[in-house]
């Protein structure tokens, strides 16, 4: 059974850091595009960041470079997102998706090509 697992979100200050994880099972993370997205409250869901499965190509949405870094550890099954110099407007549900044959490209992450999701994470920046 394919399954997504986020976590590692919570309640963390302005400038505050954190990693969010996403853990696979069912299928090997490597061979799989992965995509990060968050959708916050009364907003669409939007693309975040991606990692590509052949060659690791990686893309941050304008909000996000500079300060978050998506990673895979394939040991683990596991990719993450490192989330630097956080601000409120980053308070979102952040939400993993992979899929085979997509590629992250400079695009950025185009969800309705992405056939697994996680549940979620909810990441709070705020005071």
């Known amino acids: 059974q394919v399954q997504l697992v986020e976590s590692g979100g919570g309640l963390v200050q302005p400038g505050g850091s954190l990693r969010l994880s996403c853990a696979a099972s069912?299928?090997?993370?490597?061979?799989?595009?992965i995509g990060w997205f968050r959708q916050a409250p009364g907003k669409e869901r939007e693309g975040v960041s991606c990692i590509s499965s052949n060659d690791g190509n990686t893309y941050y949405a304008d909000s996000a470079k500079g300060r978050f870094t998506i990673s895979r550890d394939n040991a683990k099954n596991t990719v993450y997102l490192q989330m630097n110099s956080l601000e409120p407007e980053d308070t979102a549900v952040y939400y993993c998706?992979?899929?085979?044959?997509?590629?992250?490209?400079?695009?950025?992450?185009?969800?309705?090509?992405?056939?697994?999701w996680g549940q979620g994470t909810q990441v709070t920046v705020s005071s």
């Open positions: 069912g299928f090997i993370i490597d061979y799989y595009t």
């Open positions: 998706a992979a899929d085979h044959f997509t590629y992250c490209s400079g695009y950025g992450p185009n969800q309705g090509e992405y056939d697994y």
